[in-house]
């Protein structure tokens, strides 16, 4: 008799690790499914105060005056400044009458600044 109350004891042991195992299981799957939300509030006062400390420098960055101002108004686009100077130089007067006279008059003004 002593040795049937020891085996039951035994397996009612290794039930409740089996139904501990399956609960802790259960557990963890569910906490797995639940978004960590938490208290926010921590985390919120942090993100204003590095906000503030990213503008404050944005302030201090910002009074620094750029040497050459660009024209912001009209973006940059080299394919309609090249076209612009094609126009220019077929509207020429002096390159109408006499294409490679214009030319050779123009390699020479560029080749005399670049010399000076």
Known sequence: AVVSTQSGHFAGEKLE??????????AKAKREKTKITGDMQPLSNELTSIFSSIMADKKINLNIQPTAK?????????????????????????????PLSAVKAHILRTNAMHRT
């Open 17 to 26: 690790n089996i139904k501990k195992a399956k609960d802790e299981e259960i």
């Open 70 to 98: 660009p024209d912001l108004n009209t973006p940059y686009n080299p394919f309609q400044s090249n076209v612009d100077h094609f126009k220019s130089v077929l509207s020429n007067k002096n390159f109408k009458d006499n």
